[in-house]
């Protein structure tokens, strides 16, 4: 996930998992608890909240299934207490891959992590490992055709980003976590559609893989987030333009 494909990368994994409807509804409820629990069930003074709400919204979640996940996570509601944990770890060709996690059962969620890791010929490693590879960033995808180039830059650096590309056919604009609740607001306001728009978390350094490497490492990748504990997967490969194109068809 380069600086040149963080856009691809990042709405390849997010296209595949909304294709998982009930895979989606069991990750953003996880969501929208732990948001909950953090930062209480009033949306307009918990911005990790919001976000999370809005995705649920954007995903077509029923409300009141939202409004269950808000009740679980401020103390109501049934269900086990779910822990926040990190996972880091190696894939083919030494990926480095980072894995938020949120479970009911940290010995399970563990030892099937770690099964998953050695079917591929990676392997789990200790706190720290490749934690320090990611940065925690805002990112939004812009179709170039919604806004010009000087009035995005104007507005994205008035609102608090730090960065506006383009790259692959989008507008790629990044900012400080504390900042996207502020610069979405204001991308919002002048009724700029997005493609995208997550707080995620970019490598700052690559590995490039050639097309075999890559379809070991995806397989991985793929499998770690069909994991119903495993709430976000990042890792800082950087694949071709021919097998970009291949994800694309």
Known sequence: MAGHSHSANIKHRKDRVDAKRGKVFSRLGKAL?????????DVDGNPALRLAVEKAKAANMPRDTIERAILKGTGGGDGAALDEITYEGYGPSGVAILLDILTDNKNRTASEVRKLFDRSGGNLAGSGS???IFQPKGIILIKQDAIDEDSLMELALEAGADDVQNVDGMYEVTCPPTDFTQL????KARNIETELAEVTKLPQNTVKLDDSSARKVLRLTE???DHDDVQNVYANYELSEKMLAELGE
Do not use: E
Not at 184 to 187: K, L
């Open 130 to 132: 490749v934690a320090w």
């Open 33 to 41: 608890a732990v948001a909950a629990r953090h930062g209480g069930g």
């Open 184 to 187: 979405s607001d204001a991308i």
């Open 223 to 225: 499998a770690l987030d």
